[in-house]
């Protein structure tokens, strides 16, 4: 600042005033403080779009049928269901817990469906709440063990998996299965719900067109309190990387069947969980839990309470999902939401940047590590491989991940921005 | 440290004051009849040894644990504080020991956190302008209020601690051992904060061991020894050994020896080394009062 002539009569904005601070200003400095950020171990998305391209040309190259239309919108219809679980571990991971019966609590929330809606005749809106219902109590329950005993919702959750797997086969008794009519509106909503492509594209304008007013919008109050706005270079760049990317992802995608509601709704989630993370008191109060526990507790936050809604918002997330697999798979079985659910679960939200240490993380991971998840699973079904290999890739694809999120841990420690 | 308004105190009515107060666990008196005056603009250093009841007299005024007796009259008026929430209503911001922030926020998000404006949609512009407002106010040296606190340094990290606790526009200002743990350049930067916090005009109760800080920026020193008052002192009219005797509760022990002999003033004695010599020669003349062995 002090060889810059300028700074007599334009005022320099409150933020950039500290001549310390390294001047980026306009796109380029923006750019370059993109490439510092990653250096210093923040790496944002960019391993998951890095390795999502590796997978993709992989498969590519394999079968050259891996990147069709149809195949892609199988694979967005196949990711909704767990990516919406996956949504829920994101809520334990930032606080800095764990729960392991996801995938139980989704089986259990398939059976009650399967049983009220069919073998009792409620009504499908009613049964769908009264299997969210019953997900959401058992996230009080975890809650409340872990408040009143401070018992590691590691061994808590342990216990769940067992036990809420026992309930879900009591529930679905002898039988073991129970199909859904294919006339219900779940079934359709798993299978058959398409965006039409006008739609799609109205869709896409109204999202580009939101993301450039509210960055604009955010600008301009920046600059009118004095501090410095965002370059107008950046956010054009930014909105029109997004425009290229949704218009061609839906054009794309509807030269076969469209998106799936399924996805939109699970997209829809993920959105509103993007804001109330980032843009309210209570998002603010649960990465602060994750961050530092003691310390948000003597900044005056309940934090018995964020434990509870977050226990509560988990479990209901695996329940919705677990819902949405049971309309995908026109059935609740015995083995709905067993298998590789839970561990796909978890290993996508980890895989998407959420760091298992807790007080790290964006909803935006549930949505890119699902998207790497089952572009691993569609791929080799596609090569014919049998599903011990499918485990193997997808354990070895999850320890690379966490192995990424201990490194880039400790490279932010030495760069000071742990 | 230009001015010292220590005199103007005596006539004003006392923002703090505690009469009688007293504190026990169990068979353990932790606090006895303790008085304490706090004047706006004010600061005063409470010191002790480990076990004084330093800590204890915090956590009656931070709401941690309520005391058994006496009273505690805050701004005119006699008040019974609960709870943390309690003391924070009042107008008593305790800045803790250990920090406690959150090292993956950013300066702004530990700043404002528990009381961000607008919880359903965050004012992040308002708050930021305040941050700013309120840093500079304090002169602090933050670049950034935008990074995490994790990528500052010591003093920056108290610096945001004391700022936060000015968030609320408190009358008292309660510092633990602010200064422990910080290299020399931090501790100056913390003690230029507390200087300006009496320049603003709020009462300051500052915990610390460390004579040198407690010298430099005090106006008064309470000093507890075994939970009670062991003498309150003007800090411009008392010495450092008259400090060290009243913390110790020995006039003649190693440090003021090792003081005497050196002539200076500081109270860097070791008190694992043994008298030596010398001490022997002066033995005679400190007198019958025999406080060491041989």
């Given at each position: 600042?002090?060889?810059?002539?300028?700074?007599?009569?334009?005022?320099?904005?409150?933020?950039?005033?500290?001549?310390?601070?390294?001047?980026?200003?306009?796109?380029?400095?923006?750019?370059?403080?993109?490439?510092?950020?990653?250096?210093?171990?923040?790496?944002?998305?960019?391993?998951?779009?890095?390795?999502?391209?590796?997978?993709?040309?992989?498969?590519?190259?394999?079968?050259?049928?891996?990147?069709?239309?149809?195949?892609?919108?199988?694979?967005?219809?196949?990711?909704?269901?767990?990516?919406?679980?996956?949504?829920?571990?994101?809520?334990?991971?930032?606080?800095?817990?764990?729960?392991?019966?996801?995938?139980?609590?989704?089986?259990?929330?398939?059976?009650?469906?399967?049983?009220?809606?069919?073998?009792?005749?409620?009504?499908?809106?009613?049964?769908?709440?009264?299997?969210?219902?019953?997900?959401?109590?058992?996230?009080?329950?975890?809650?409340?063990?872990?408040?009143?005993?401070?018992?590691?919702?590691?061994?808590?959750?342990?216990?769940?998996?067992?036990?809420?797997?026992?309930?879900?086969?009591?529930?679905?008794?002898?039988?073991?299965?129970?199909?859904?009519?294919?006339?219900?509106?779940?079934?359709?909503?798993?299978?058959?719900?398409?965006?039409?492509?006008?739609?799609?594209?109205?869709?896409?304008?109204?999202?580009?067109?939101?993301?450039?007013?509210?960055?604009?919008?955010?600008?301009?109050?920046?600059?009118?309190?004095?501090?410095?706005?965002?370059?107008?270079?950046?956010?054009?760049?930014?909105?029109?990387?997004?425009?290229?990317?949704?218009?061609?992802?839906?054009?794309?995608?509807?030269?076969?069947?469209?998106?799936?509601?399924?996805?939109?709704?699970?997209?829809?989630?993920?959105?509103?969980?993007?804001?109330?993370?980032?843009?309210?008191?209570?998002?603010?109060?649960?990465?602060?839990?994750?961050?530092?526990?003691?310390?948000?507790?003597?900044?005056?936050?309940?934090?018995?309470?964020?434990?509870?809604?977050?226990?509560?918002?988990?479990?209901?997330?695996?329940?919705?999902?677990?819902?949405?697999?049971?309309?995908?798979?026109?059935?609740?079985?015995?083995?709905?939401?067993?298998?590789?659910?839970?561990?796909?679960?978890?290993?996508?939200?980890?895989?998407?940047?959420?760091?298992?240490?807790?007080?790290?993380?964006?909803?935006?991971?549930?949505?890119?590590?699902?998207?790497?998840?089952?572009?691993?699973?569609?791929?080799?079904?596609?090569?014919?491989?049998?599903?011990?290999?499918?485990?193997?890739?997808?354990?070895?694809?999850?320890?690379?991940?966490?192995?990424?999120?201990?490194?880039?841990?400790?490279?932010?420690?030495?760069?000071?921005?742990? | 440290?230009?001015?010292?308004?220590?005199?103007?105190?005596?006539?004003?009515?006392?923002?703090?004051?505690?009469?009688?107060?007293?504190?026990?666990?169990?068979?353990?008196?932790?606090?006895?009849?303790?008085?304490?005056?706090?004047?706006?603009?004010?600061?005063?250093?409470?010191?002790?040894?480990?076990?004084?009841?330093?800590?204890?007299?915090?956590?009656?005024?931070?709401?941690?644990?309520?005391?058994?007796?006496?009273?505690?009259?805050?701004?005119?008026?006699?008040?019974?504080?609960?709870?943390?929430?309690?003391?924070?209503?009042?107008?008593?911001?305790?800045?803790?020991?250990?920090?406690?922030?959150?090292?993956?926020?950013?300066?702004?998000?530990?700043?404002?956190?528990?009381?961000?404006?607008?919880?359903?949609?965050?004012?992040?512009?308002?708050?930021?302008?305040?941050?700013?407002?309120?840093?500079?106010?304090?002169?602090?040296?933050?670049?950034?209020?935008?990074?995490?606190?994790?990528?500052?340094?010591?003093?920056?990290?108290?610096?945001?601690?004391?700022?936060?606790?000015?968030?609320?526009?408190?009358?008292?200002?309660?510092?633990?051992?602010?200064?422990?743990?910080?290299?020399?350049?931090?501790?100056?930067?913390?003690?230029?904060?507390?200087?300006?916090?009496?320049?603003?005009?709020?009462?300051?109760?500052?915990?610390?061991?460390?004579?040198?800080?407690?010298?430099?920026?005090?106006?008064?020193?309470?000093?507890?020894?075994?939970?009670?008052?062991?003498?309150?002192?003007?800090?411009?009219?008392?010495?450092?050994d008259d400090?060290i005797a009243?913390?110790t509760g020995a006039t003649d022990n190693v440090v003021t020896q090792r003081a005497a002999q050196?002539?200076?003033?500081?109270?860097?004695?070791?008190?694992?080394?043994?008298p030596?010599a010398p001490a022997e020669d002066r033995q005679p003349a400190a007198g019958t009062d025999e406080g060491s062995e041989q």
């Amino acid at each position: 600042m002090t060889v810059n002539p300028a700074s007599t009569d334009v005022p320099v904005a409150t933020d950039l005033q500290d001549e310390r601070l390294i001047r980026t200003e306009g796109f380029r400095g923006a750019v370059k403080v993109g490439i510092n950020r990653v250096r210093g171990g923040d790496l944002g998305v960019l391993p998951i779009v890095v390795g999502l391209l590796i997978i993709w040309t992989i498969f590519q190259l394999l079968n050259p049928f891996f990147l069709s239309s149809a195949n892609l919108v199988n694979l967005l219809l196949e990711s909704a269901a767990v990516g919406v679980i996956s949504l829920g571990i994101v809520c334990v991971l930032l606080v800095g817990e764990i729960d392991l019966s996801v995938g139980s609590v989704s089986g259990l929330s398939a059976a009650i469906v399967g049983v009220t809606f069919v073998k009792q005749g409620w009504p499908i809106a009613l049964a769908i709440l009264a299997a969210i219902a019953v997900a959401a109590v058992i996230g009080l329950i975890y809650s409340f063990v872990y408040n009143k005993f401070g018992v590691p919702s590691f061994v808590i959750t342990l216990a769940g998996l067992l036990g809420f797997l026992g309930l879900q086969l009591w529930v679905l008794g002898v039988e073991g299965t129970i199909n859904l009519p294919f006339d219900a509106f779940l079934v359709w909503f798993g299978q058959q719900a398409f965006v039409p492509a006008w739609l799609s594209y109205v869709l896409a304008a109204l999202g580009v067109a939101g993301f450039f007013l509210s960055q604009l919008s955010l600008s301009r109050q920046r600059v009118k309190a004095g501090l410095s706005g965002r370059p107008m270079g950046l956010v054009i760049g930014q909105t029109v990387i997004l425009a290229v990317v949704l218009f061609f992802s839906f054009w794309y995608l509807n030269r076969a069947r469209g998106v799936g509601w399924m996805f939109v709704f699970f997209a829809v989630l993920v959105l509103i969980m993007h804001y109330a993370f980032t843009r309210t008191r209570w998002g603010r109060s649960v990465y602060a839990v994750g961050g530092n526990r003691e310390a948000a507790r003597r900044a005056g936050i309940g934090v018995t309470g964020i434990y509870t809604s977050i226990f509560v918002l988990c479990s209901s997330f695996a329940a919705i999902g677990g819902i949405l697999a049971a309309g995908r798979l026109a059935a609740a079985a015995q083995s709905s939401g067993t298998g590789d659910v839970n561990l796909n679960a978890i290993a996508a939200a980890v895989i998407g940047g959420t760091s298992l240490f807790g007080g790290r993380g964006s909803a935006f991971s549930a949505l890119l590590g699902i998207l790497v998840i089952q572009s691993i699973t569609s791929g080799l079904t596609l090569l014919n491989l049998e599903s011990s290999f499918r485990y193997m890739i997808t354990g070895l694809v999850l320890l690379l991940a966490v192995i990424l999120d201990a490194v880039s841990r400790k490279s932010r420690t030495s760069h000071g921005r742990a | 440290m230009s001015t010292l308004p220590a005199e103007r105190l005596e006539s004003s009515a006392p923002v703090l004051s505690m009469r009688g107060v007293s504190k026990h666990f169990g068979a353990v008196a932790a606090l006895t009849d303790i008085e304490l005056d706090v004047h706006a603009g004010e600061v005063v250093a409470l010191v002790g040894d480990n076990g004084a009841g330093k800590s204890t007299l915090v956590k009656i005024l931070s709401g941690v644990h309520p005391q058994d007796a006496g009273t505690v009259t805050f701004d005119g008026k006699d008040v019974t504080i609960h709870s943390p929430v309690d003391a924070i209503n009042l107008g008593i911001a305790t800045v803790f020991q250990d920090l406690a922030l959150c090292d993956n926020l950013t300066v702004v998000d530990n700043l404002f956190l528990g009381r961000e404006l607008a919880p359903w949609r965050l004012n992040e512009v308002e708050m930021e302008v305040q941050s700013w407002k309120l840093l500079r106010q304090l002169s602090a040296k933050i670049p950034s209020v935008r990074i995490a606190v994790a990528s500052l340094s010591g003093g920056q990290r108290q610096t945001v601690a004391i700022a936060r606790s000015l968030l609320g526009s408190p009358k008292l200002i309660i510092l633990d051992e602010p200064t422990a743990a910080l290299g020399v350049e931090q501790t100056a930067e913390v003690l230029n904060l507390v200087e300006r916090l009496r320049e603003n005009g709020l009462a300051v109760i500052m915990i610390s061991h460390n004579m040198q800080d407690v010298q430099a920026v005090s106006d008064r020193v309470a000093v507890l020894r075994l939970g009670r008052n062991n003498g309150t002192f003007r800090m411009k009219d008392v010495s450092t050994d008259d400090l060290i005797a009243a913390i110790t509760g020995a006039t003649d022990n190693v440090v003021t020896q090792r003081a005497a002999q050196t002539g200076a003033a500081g109270a860097g004695g070791k008190p694992g080394v043994p008298p030596e010599a010398p001490a022997e020669d002066r033995q005679p003349a400190a007198g019958t009062d025999e406080g060491s062995e041989q």
